[in-house]
């Protein structure tokens, strides 16, 4: 019941406040920047990993990026550091998987952009750089295909 209502608090905290500390274990990734957790009472809650972007599933390298965020979590208990929700009702949060700051990795590893719209933390922009640097994941594609989520749905939209 404790982690029932913890996820009630999380959702309606703005973003701004302070984080509601969660910890589960990640049943689902159903792409690069979101998990589902499952509490020891069985409630259910999905997070969007916040500060990060990944490639959307039909995107180029919107796969691969999904795959390399379950391999660091699914099936896993972390820690998610929870505070506000997206404007699809999606808690935001940072994850942990013990000291690792799985967001933070998922950049490092050129799995996602540093969401430079909504940046609390300086540091991601500085991750980003260098996995940019070294080519590692969505930066190693040709030049032309590297395209931030945000521009890639503005042209695929559904008419």
């Known amino acids: 019941m404790k982690f029932a209502a913890l996820l009630a608090v999380a959702v309606l905290l703005p973003a701004a406040a302070s984080a509601e500390e969660l910890t589960g274990r990640v049943v689902d990734v159903p792409d690069g920047d979101v998990v589902t957790l499952q509490a020891a009472d069985g409630g259910r809650l999905e997070i969007r990993l916040m500060e990060?972007?990944?490639?959307?599933p039909a995107q180029p390298w919107g796969?691969?990026?999904r795959r390399m965020l379950s391999e660091l979590v699914l099936s896993r208990t972390v820690r998610v550091d929870a505070g506000g929700a997206d404007r699809d009702g999606i808690t935001l949060g940072y994850v942990y998987l013990g000291e690792m700051d799985v967001n933070a990795e998922m950049v490092r590893r050129g799995g996602a952009w540093a969401f430079e719209h909504l940046m609390a933390r300086e540091p991601m922009l500085k991750v980003q750089a260098e996995a940019k640097a070294a080519r590692r994941g969505l930066w190693a594609q040709p030049a032309d295909a590297i395209m931030p989520p945000?521009?890639?749905r503005q042209i695929h939209r559904d008419p």
């Open 52 to 56: 990060i972007e990944a490639p959307e």
């Open 63 to 65: 796969p691969e990026a």
């Open 150 to 152: 945000r521009e890639w």
